[in-house]
């Protein structure tokens, strides 16, 4: 049966629509967690740089006469002080306030350690492991091959079965839960904990669909299927959910750390800057022009740039902090993102 042009036409636009909006989608994702926090702040910094030079190209009262008559410079770089060194402040006192959690008396510290220490033999009694590794990339590992494990091992346990479809079920089902754990899998082998790499990959792995779609499976077969090797994969499945929230909690404090850290960095400088434009700046300063623009153009913005960098560095740091946690919200079988598996007993591919 052939399509009539017009409904041809308008499924290959919605095609080309849904491409664009998921390339769109693919590149605001690398930007706002996958690249570099420091590229990604040049770049904003050079791209605001560069804008601020093009304005002199403009049909604009000239900036040397706007400075000379109404002080600009001035006030604007005062303004800057003021606000790098409460802005600064804030920020590193509310880190602080966060990182104060990890502070406590010797019974909570024991109380912490025997809840980890109780969470680490469990896991390792889901798994049917030794000792569970230490590396956050490697345990994530040791827990995706445990899921892997599971999941062979329940089709393996209904192949030839008498109900076609739940073999069929179950086939799609674990094929698919172990295609995506070897995908994760192969990521964590060169992952190390401080980078970005570890949480960006545990986020690839979707164990709320997983388990959710476990759960339909012992709902629809619950006489036929044997629990044993269904409730050990929903079991592994999760004690996956809290290792992954721990060390995304763990991310978030590493990253407040750097955050206050960077910006301890580049505030002392910006505040040098800053003052040298009060102290030493006027629309007299730097006569001439270079590449057919002003030099006070160039030194204004160039200094206007150094003074906003402590909060494009804050911003972006708390672009993939919040980012994580949009992704990472809800616990358990609960989907709150944009997905296309109404069904896994289905042909869309996770």
């Not at 008498?162 to 995506?180: H, K, P, Q």
């Not at 057919?292 to 160039?302: A, E, H, R």
Request: aromatic share 10%.
């Amino acid at each position: 049966m052939h399509l009539p042009v017009g409904t041809a036409v308008v499924t290959e636009s919605a095609s080309a629509v849904s491409a664009i909006q998921q390339r769109i989608r693919a590149a605001r994702l690398w930007v706002g967690m996958r690249m570099s926090r420091w590229l990604l702040s040049c770049v904003i910094l050079s791209t605001l740089f560069v804008l601020l030079v093009s304005l002199s190209f403009l049909d604009l009262t000239p900036l040397r006469a706007v400075a000379a008559e109404q002080a600009t410079i001035d006030t604007l770089f005062s303004a800057f002080i003021g606000a790098i060194i409460t802005g600064t402040a804030i920020v590193v006192t509310i880190n602080q306030l966060v990182l104060s959690q990890e502070l406590g008396s010797a019974g909570d510290q024991y109380t912490r350690m025997r809840d980890a220490m109780e969470f680490r033999r469990d896991v390792e009694q889901v798994l049917e492991t030794g000792v569970s590794s230490p590396d956050p990339a490697i345990f994530l590992y040791e827990l995706l091959t445990g899921i892997e494990h599971r999941a062979v091992a329940l089709e393996a346990s209904v192949a030839g079965h008498a109900n076609a479809d739940l073999s069929r079920d179950v086939a799609v089902y674990t094929t698919s839960v172990v295609d995506e754990a070897q995908t994760v899998k192969e990521s964590l082998q060169t992952a190390q904990f401080g980078t970005f790499a570890v949480i960006w990959h545990a986020l690839d792995f979707n164990y709320s669909l997983w388990l959710h779609h476990a759960r339909q499976l012992q709902h629809a077969y619950c006489e036929s299927i044997s629990n044993d090797y269904l409730d050990g994969l929903i079991e592994s499945l999760t004690v996956f959910a809290p290792a992954r929230e721990h060390f995304k909690t763990l991310y978030f404090q590493w990253e407040l750390i750097a955050l206050s850290r960077a910006l301890l960095y580049i505030a002392i400088p910006a505040l040098f800057v800053m003052t040298g434009f009060v102290l030493f700046v006027d629309g007299t300063t730097v006569p001439g022009r270079t590449l057919g623009v002003d030099n006070l153009v160039w030194l204004v913005s160039f200094g206007f740039t150094v003074g906003v960098a402590p909060f494009v560095v804050f911003t972006v740091y708390i672009l993939r902090i919040v980012s994580v946690a949009k992704h990472t919200l809800a616990m358990g079988p609960i989907i709150l993102l944009e997905h296309k598996h109404d069904d896994v007993f289905g042909t869309n591919d996770p």
